[in-house]
């Protein structure tokens, strides 16, 4: 009868050689959840972008109204461009 010396149970695993590393499947999408993640990506990417346009156009607002001149518009979409 063969045993099984008990020190090989007490010590970790050791890694196994590259070549003897049986590789598992990788997870495939089917393409309805891959649409639905590309869907789900675009209306985040055009909420983040909405949101900007709507600061932005809302600055431009504000400094029409107050009857502001032209340096001072510039001043205020320069400003935007630099909080990105």
Do not use: I
């Amino acid at each position: 009868m063969n045993t099984v010396p008990m020190e090989q149970f007490d010590q970790p695993d050791q890694p196994k050689p590259m070549n003897q590393v049986q590789r598992q499947p990788k997870p495939y999408l089917d393409s309805e959840h891959y649409r639905q993640m590309l869907v789900r990506d675009g209306e985040r990417r055009f909420q983040e972008w909405h949101t900007a346009f709507l600061e932005h156009q809302k600055t431009f607002r504000n400094a029409t109204q107050e009857g502001v001149g032209k340096a001072s518009l510039r001043d205020a979409a320069s400003q935007d461009n630099h909080q990105v």
